[in-house]
């Protein structure tokens, strides 16, 4: 509850002060006095309280509208300032509230930015310091930035409109005015984390239009040009044409026997135990690449679950006709894979490298994607000792791809459908596609610690490091990890409804909700365990590179976990479609085993062994 001032002292006090605020914004103001009249050096700020949606008076609107204490200081310092003339009114000149000079006249630039992702929910304090660091990196000086309005979007955003002013002349030179456009409209600056990813949503020109410059003309009519234009336009749509068709030819007569016998010559003698199939091999495994046999779509492709000739069933990633830099996506699959032999990394089984066709084909998982079985959809979902299993294993996959592979890999695309699950729910870490070779000593044995890379990746699970700064390294793939770990923890997505599941799970834990967001159909869970899976997971998640564990740290840690779990809770249901006997048979007689459990949340299951009702206790 807010206090305002009415005794006569107090008010006496406050006409002392030259200036004060009161910044009340987003509150839960219901009510004020209704004989409530601050000095005329007192600023009320109330935008964002109940008061102002239930108040029609006059004297309450004209405090509710959106304000910072910066426009509000520019304000007392105007009115406080020498009277100035007016400014000139052709050209849009207007004054610079923040400049050193009174009275200073300039023609300013109009910039609408949106904060996408901003670490913050209130503006106001932090106005200075995007001041100085979008000046900085500008080039600018501080005056010459001046934020002009702000609103929050759901997210949340921050729209913001803000104004570019000359230094100390009253107009931008030209080449200014397009290095600024340039840097600003080319995303060549990067705010502080605590700001996040910006996007432009207008430059304004504004005066400076009709002086921009265009592209190069010569002194030729606009009519002569245009009829050049359109000759060029037309002459090199011919050749373009006749040269495609030219290339087309030659590329289907020559393709399969050059493309694909360089490939072959190139891969026969690294593969060992890798098949290379035929095109029709292929149809025939999925039934001319049947709908009802795709089990998935990505970015490369569809993947399709096929029997082959001997009757071993597999999956067959069939790249997209277009796909993009599908050739290097799949030479680099290939040579990765071919190499790489772990129990949690998924098994290449051959190729097929003819026909204008590029497919992968690797070993069958039947229970589908960890992502899956994290869905609120799924019929069936991993109990604890199950999620910490799945977590382990994955783990291992990944350290043997950053220690044990010769060279260390980078996964790059670590995420909760990427980590496929076998029949008896053993993790294995899929899809290679963007992975990149870890760097190895040079001559003098100096080894880099990252590798300068286009940001590649799944939005949500991105290291934000390795966004801002191009930078991959291990703990590029152990940030990723530790989204899935909270993913597993929360059965959320990375990014929903706008909402980031980091920021969500550390908001719970610093209000001490954790438990309001740890997904209810893991049952009953050791509450010591949970703590030191949620606390590794958010340590993974940390912005600085050194404060994250290691693979071989994680690993360790969750071998402690599962050690620390009840034997009770270390049991594997089989199968996802046994009757109630059948399964209760199973979680009586498979507790000893060191394995996890599944939880059914559909259907109804008779827990007459009394294990399942100690096990689950659905909140």
């Known amino acids: 509850m807010v ?19 009161w910044d009340f914004q987003n509150n839960y103001l219901k009510t004020i006095p209704a004989a409530f009249s601050p000095p005329q050096n007192v600023t009320v700020m109330l935008y964002g309280n109940p008061v102002c949606g239930n108040s029609s008076g006059a004297p309450i609107d004209s405090l509710c509208q959106p304000q910072s204490v910066n426009q509000q200081t520019s304000k007392q310092q105007q009115d406080s300032s020498p009277i100035c003339s007016p400014c000139p009114s052709d050209k849009n000149y207007e004054y610079n509230p923040s400049s050193p000079i009174p009275c200073f006249c300039a ?97 304004t020109l504004g005066s400076y239009a009709d002086e921009y410059p265009n592209e190069a003309s010569s002194g030729l009519s606009k009519t002569a040009m245009g009829g050049i234009l359109a000759g060029a336009i037309a002459a090199a749509f011919a050749l373009s044409a006749v040269a495609t068709v030219f290339i087309m030819r030659r590329r289907s007569r020559h393709r399969s026997r050059t493309i694909s016998k360089r490939s072959l010559s190139r891969f026969s003698v690294k593969i060992d135990g890798v098949r290379c199939f035929k ?5 025939r495994a999925t039934n001319n690449f049947d709908l009802l046999a795709q089990v998935g779509q990505g970015g490369y492709g569809k993947v399709y679950r096929g029997t082959l000739d001997d009757g071993e069933i597999v999956a067959i990633k069939r790249a997209h006709e277009d796909s993009l830099q599908g050739s290097k996506e799949f030479c680099t699959e290939i040579e990765l894979l071919s190499r790489l032999h772990h129990r949690n990394l998924v098994s290449l089984v051959g190729y097929c490298d003819e026909a204008d066709e590029q497919m992968l084909v690797y070993e069958y998982m039947p229970n589908g994607t960890l992502r899956d079985h994290l869905s609120s959809k799924a019929k069936l979902s991993p109990g604890f ?32 459908s990427n980590i496929l699950l076998d029949s ?196």
């Open 424 to 619: 008896k729910f053993v993790p294995k870490v899929a899809d290679f596609g963007l992975s990149r070779l870890a760097p190895v000593p040079d001559i003098e044995g100096t080894l880099a610690g990252h590798v300068s890379t286009v940001v590649k990746g799944t939005p949500g699970y991105l290291d934000p490091e390795y966004f801002l700064t191009h930078k991959l390294t291990d703990k590029s793939d152990v940030y990723s990890l530790g989204v899935v770990f909270l993913e597993m923890l929360t059965g959320m997505k990375p990014i929903e409804h706008g909402k980031n599941i980091v920021r969500e799970v550390n908001k719970a834990y610093q209000s001490g909700n954790i438990s309001e967001i740890v997904d209810s159909r893991m049952g009953l869970c050791p509450p010591d365990c949970i703590n030191r899976f949620l606390l590794l997971a958010t340590k993974c998640c940390q912005d600085e590179t050194d404060a994250r564990p290691s693979m071989s740290e994680i690993v360790r840690e969750l071998e402690v976990i599962l050690r620390m779990m009840p034997e009770a809770d270390l049991v594997l249901l089989e199968t996802t479609d046994t009757d109630s006997a059948d399964m209760s048979k199973s979680l009586s007689t498979s507790s000893a085993t060191g394995t996890s459990f599944v939880t059914q949340t559909s259907g109804s299951v008779n827990a007459s062994s009394g294990v399942l009702s100690e096990v689950l206790s659905p909140r």
């Open 3 to 21: 206090m305002f001032p009415r005794q006569s002292g107090m008010t006496s006090f406050l006409l002392e002060i030259e200036a004060l605020f």
């Open 385 to 416: 000792g199950l999620r910490l299993h799945i977590a382990l294993g994955a783990s291992k996959g990944i350290l043997y791809l950053h220690t044990d592979a010769n060279p260390p890999i980078f996964h790059r695309d670590v995420k909760a």
């Open 107 to 203: 023609v300013p630039l109009g910039v609408g930015l949106r904060l996408k992702s901003p670490g913050i929910t209130d503006f106001n304090p932090y106005e200075g310091a995007f001041g100085d660091s979008t000046t900085s990196l500008l080039k600018l000086y501080v005056y010459q930035l001046h934020v002009e309005h702000y609103t929050w979007e759901v997210g949340p955003r921050l729209n913001m409109h803000l104004k570019l002013f000359p230094s100390n002349t009253s107009l931008f030179n030209m080449s200014e005015v397009v290095r600024l456009r340039h840097v600003l409209a080319g995303w060549e600056i990067t705010l502080p984390d605590i700001f996040g990813p910006y996007e432009l949503l207008n430059f």
């Open 279 to 283: 095109f029709e091999e292929m149809a």
